[in-house]
Each structure stands twice: as C-alpha cells, then as structure tokens.
C-alpha cells in the first residue's frame, strides 16, 4: 500500500469513498445529511485537489484507492488568539472491506507527518457523536477533546 498526495486520477475512488462516508452520517444524522449524496461533486473535488492550501491524501492498493484524508491548513494570527498554523483533518475514510488493515492509522500518520513537516502546532478534526466506530479510532490514535458543540433540536 503506497499513500501520496491525490491526483485527479483518483477522483473516481474518491468519489465512492465520499458516497459511502455521507451514508454513515446520513444513517446517525438524516436531519442533516441526505443519503445518496456526496460532500463535493465531482467538478469540486477536482478544483479542490488543485489547492495547495487543502491537500488530500490517498492510500491505495494495488492501484486502487482504498481510503483517503482531506486536510485544510488553517492559519490563525491577530486578535486574543496566539498566532500558529493548524492542520484540520475534514474527513477520513477507509473504503468498506479494507477496514481493519490499519489503513486509517496510516492515513492519519501520513497526515501527522505532513503537519509536522510544514510546521504546524496541532492537528484537530471534529467527529459526528453518531459515529462511535470514529470516536473509537480517534481516540485510540492519541486524540484528545479540546472542545466541545452542542445543540438542541428545535
């Protein structure tokens, strides 16, 4: 398994994986998501993948991707807020069937290391309180809470 940065070649791949990362939401949180969707279409993921300032990763096997992370580098200066430079994880996906083969732990290590290559202070992400199998993963690679939504349903 190789993981690199993802080129348009892998839009077909990632277009699945986003198919079948919304339908978990969807499942946990229909009044947010609708099944059958996608995050990005596919014009928006292309220009997407262009964006040096939001790279995405893939890992694949045998040519094929079997999972992928988006990131966004978000700089933060100025105001009450000290000034550091943060890599968000906006989603991480290991396509069904590959799960269990540490591809998501591999992932998330490939985009620790690029944080770390580009001089960031953390990596933070948010995961939907539906998806306990993500918690679960999450917290077994070291992450910790550092705030916390909350909501009511009107």
Known sequence: MEILR?????????????????????????DL?????RKYSESELRALLQD????VFVAKEGGEVVGY??????????????ERTT???????VR????G?????????????????????????????CNEPARRFYDSMGLKPYKTSMEIIL
């Open 69 to 82: 992370c988006f990131c966004v580098i978000e700089r933060y200066s100025g105001g009450n807020m000290v």
């Open 6 to 30: 993802a080129g348009t070649d892998d839009v077909k791949g990632i277009l699945e994986l986003l198919l079948q990362v919304n339908n978990v939401h969807a499942e946990g949180r229909p």
């Open 101 to 129: 083969n540490h591809i998501g732990s591999r992932l998330y290590e490939h985009a620790l290391a690029f944080a770390k290559s580009i001089g960031c202070h953390n990596v933070t992400l948010n995961v939907w309180e």
């Open 96 to 99: 069904e069937g590959f799960r």
């Open 52 to 55: 040096d300032g939001r790279p």
């Open 33 to 37: 998501f609708v099944k059958g969707e």
């Open 87 to 93: 890599l968000y994880i906006d989603d991480l996906c």
